[in-house]
């Protein structure tokens, strides 16, 4: 068993349930590989005492993500700090010669995403992706499957999104994620939008141009002093691309919702695929639910499957229980480093998102925002 000793820089709200995955590693029975925390970085030393107090394993605490990166014990880095420290921080660990598990949107903009891929070009020994822990849902994994036996036939469309809800009220205090200084000028997109994006990309579905519906909906909010202040960042995007599907070269439709104000949404993540052979979809709203249709020239009839715990990695839960959101991140930390140790993901859609995904993502973001700037349709540029 080969043991990848960590550093995390960024211990907020994410950084927690990487570290809690990490201390349950013995729910996973069939890997060669696992995680030992040795360091952690955040710039407020509150948080740390958590992990200090929760990882004997840990030699370093410090507020310098420098420090981190200098301590000969850090071999790989997960890294979870506002989109405007992406990119240096992503190119300084990548320069220290740590594997990295960034989070999206890898990058604030466009230029920073660029700089971080050109830094990954220029030290290929490092292995470098980004988050996304949805796929890793068993009814994902069961639609990577089929994606990958050809079992849709023709795709007709494709319809994903991440939907929040909780800005919605209007006393909600703004925060990092809603201005643009920190968050980006990608709004809503630049947080929710690689969830929506991972699955069409990994299957080798190309956006070649987008016509983009962005909102800013709440236009001031509660600063928590007694202030209104600006709320600057799009709330809610509606993106529809024409698609090109990389293997037959037909194009089709594919929606994208990425909302922070869908009302009645808590945290709802779907997947959406019509296809001439068969369709199906999934959507956190109920989680165990995937709904399939097999068409071949009977009746059409859904469908509807209960997923228990069917994951890529296998695991200790019996396979009638539920899954949830420690789980994916425990799936997905599982996909990071099976394809660190091993050269290749477990299959297909059981890895994190590339880096060549995360440029595409940054591609079509930028498109959709001239889309709504000029109220056109805007073609992708070519990598
Ligand atoms: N995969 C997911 O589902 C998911 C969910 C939430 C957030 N994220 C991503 O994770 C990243 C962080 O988001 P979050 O919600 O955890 O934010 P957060 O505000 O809760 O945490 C950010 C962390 O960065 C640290 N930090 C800020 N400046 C720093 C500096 N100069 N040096 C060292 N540490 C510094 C803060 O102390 C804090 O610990 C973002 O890229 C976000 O998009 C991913």
């Known amino acids: 068993m080969r043991t990848v000793r960590l550093g995390i820089i960024g211990c907020g709200l994410i950084g927690r349930e990487f570290a809690s995955a990490t201390a349950r590693w013995s729910h996973l029975t069939e890997m060669n590989v696992r995680p030992e925390i040795v360091a952690v970085c955040r710039r407020h030393p509150e948080l740390l005492k958590w992990y200090t107090d929760n990882f004997d394993s840990i030699e370093l605490a410090t507020d310098d993500h420098r420090e981190l990166l200098a301590c000969d014990a850090v071999e790989a880095v997960y890294c979870a700090v506002p989109h405007n420290l992406h990119e240096q921080f992503y190119c300084d660990t990548i320069e220290a010669g740590k594997h990295l598990l960034g989070e999206k949107p890898f990058g604030i903009d466009k230029p920073a995403n660029d700089a971080i891929l050109s830094c990954i070009r220029e030290h290929p020994e490092v292995f470098v992706r980004c988050s996304s822990q949805m796929p890793f849902c068993p009814a994902v994994q069961r639609i990577g499957d089929m994606i990958e036996a050809g079992a849709f036939g023709r795709i007709i469309e494709v319809n994903t999104g991440f939907l929040h809800s909780s800005d919605l009220n209007p006393d909600k205090?703004?925060?990092?994620?809603?201005?643009i200084a920190i968050n980006g000028e990608y709004g809503c997109m630049g947080d929710l939008g690689m969830h929506a994006c991972h699955v069409p990309f990994r299957a080798g579905w190309r956006p070649l141009n987008v016509?983009?519906?962005?909102s800013n909906i709440m236009k001031v909010r509660p600063d928590g002093e007694g202030n209104?202040?600006?709320?600057?960042?799009?709330?809610?995007?509606?993106?529809?691309?024409?698609?090109?599907?990389?293997?037959?070269?037909?194009?089709?439709?594919?929606?994208?919702?990425?909302?922070?104000i869908a009302p009645g949404e808590m945290n709802t993540w779907y997947l959406e695929i019509l296809g001439t052979r068969a369709s199906a979809r999934f959507s956190l709203k109920n989680p165990r639910?995937?709904?399939?249709?097999?068409?071949?020239?009977?009746?059409?009839?859904?469908?509807?499957?209960?997923?228990?715990?069917?994951?890529?990695?296998?695991?200790?839960?019996?396979?009638?229980?539920?899954?949830?959101?420690?789980?994916?991140?425990?799936?997905?930390w599982a996909g990071f480093l099976y394809e660190l140790?091993?050269?290749?993901?477990?299959?297909?859609?059981?890895?994190?998102?590339?880096?060549?995904?995360?440029?595409?993502?940054?591609?079509?973001?930028?498109?959709?925002?001239?889309?709504?700037?000029?109220?056109?349709?805007?073609?992708?540029?070519?990598a």
Not at 211 to 214: I, N, V, Y
Not at 293 to 310: H, P, R, S, T
Not at 352 to 374: D, G, I, K, N
Request: some cysteine.
């Open 173 to 179: 205090p703004i925060n990092w994620k809603r201005t």
């Open 211 to 214: 016509r983009a519906c962005l």
């Open 228 to 260: 209104s202040v600006p709320c600057e960042t799009w709330d809610n995007a509606v993106l529809l691309c024409e698609c090109v599907d990389g293997q037959t070269g037909e194009t089709f439709p594919w929606t994208m919702k990425t909302q922070r």
């Open 289 to 332: 639910l995937l709904e399939v249709m097999e068409y071949g020239g009977g009746e059409q009839a859904w469908q509807k499957i209960d997923m228990g715990y069917q994951t890529a990695f296998k695991a200790i839960t019996g396979g009638i229980f539920e899954f949830g959101f420690p789980d994916a991140i425990l799936q997905m």
């Open 341 to 382: 140790a091993n050269a290749r993901p477990l299959k297909k859609f059981a890895g994190c998102v590339t880096p060549e995904e995360t440029a595409l993502s940054h591609r079509l973001f930028t498109a959709a925002l001239e889309s709504q700037e000029t109220c056109t349709t805007v073609a992708l540029p070519e």
